[in-house]
């Protein structure tokens, strides 16, 4: 499992040029099943939480797509994260990278609001296909019979493209199908 790790800083702190100025130690947010437990290691860490340090900020992060940390609360990230199923799941985590990729982290956070861990049942990852693997995929799955030798005549590429104009794009490292 990717891991996804955060480093979280306080505003006053930071302002103030403190011992936590630069923020808590890396902590892998699949090490935690609720922001309890994070708030309880960022105390052992010496952040007050009711004082100077209640406004928390993600200072750097590792295993996410880019985000804005200035204006996502730690919190909001880790229970949204967490409700996904993203640190936990495999393959929720490549759909979430793949879907972070052409569309943002907000609108993550919108489909998880609303579909809550089956955020992604309407979303299909073709991991390591390009557009002619994905009209070949969709072509054989029609039922249609041709010939071997006739193969090489088909622009699947093209097909792959026709089929998935309307809901699967391209990303780094395959096809995403969003359907809904």
């Given at each position: 499992?990717e891991?996804?790790?955060?480093?979280?800083?306080?505003?006053?702190?930071y302002?103030?040029?403190?011992?936590?100025?630069l923020?808590?130690k890396w902590?892998?947010l699949?090490?935690?099943?609720?922001?309890?437990?994070?708030?309880?290691e960022?105390?052992?860490?010496?952040?007050i939480?009711?004082?100077i340090d209640e406004?928390?900020?993600?200072?750097?992060?590792?295993?996410?797509?880019?985000?804005?940390?200035?204006y996502?609360?730690?919190?909001?990230?880790?229970?949204?994260?967490?409700?996904?199923g993203?640190?936990?799941?495999?393959y929720?985590?490549?759909?979430?990278?793949a879907?972070c990729?052409?569309r943002?982290?907000?609108e993550f956070e919108?489909?998880?609001q609303?579909?809550?861990c089956?955020?992604d049942d309407?979303?299909?990852?073709y991991?390591g296909?390009d557009?002619?693997?994905?009209?070949?995929?969709?072509?054989?799955?029609c039922c249609?019979?041709?010939?071997?030798?006739?193969e090489d005549?088909?622009?699947f590429?093209a097909?792959g493209?026709?089929?998935?104009?309307?809901?699967?794009?391209?990303?780094?490292?395959?096809?995403i199908?969003?359907?809904?």
């Amino acid at each position: 499992m990717e891991e996804i790790k955060i480093v979280i800083g306080s505003w006053g702190s930071y302002n103030e040029c403190n011992e936590r100025a630069l923020g808590s130690k890396w902590l892998d947010l699949s090490d935690y099943s609720d922001w309890e437990e994070i708030e309880e290691e960022l105390k052992k860490e010496g952040f007050i939480l009711d004082g100077i340090d209640e406004e928390l900020f993600i200072q750097d992060y590792e295993g996410l797509p880019e985000i804005n940390g200035d204006y996502t609360h730690p919190k909001t990230l880790f229970e949204t994260l967490n409700e996904s199923g993203v640190l936990q799941n495999n393959y929720q985590y490549d759909v979430f990278q793949a879907y972070c990729e052409i569309r943002s982290f907000e609108e993550f956070e919108d489909l998880v609001q609303r579909k809550g861990c089956h955020w992604d049942d309407d979303i299909n990852l073709y991991k390591g296909y390009d557009w002619s693997d994905y009209g070949k995929e969709y072509f054989d799955n029609c039922c249609y019979e041709l010939p071997g030798n006739l193969e090489d005549f088909v622009d699947f590429e093209a097909y792959g493209q026709y089929i998935g104009s309307d809901y699967a794009e391209e990303y780094s490292n395959g096809i995403i199908e969003i359907i809904a």
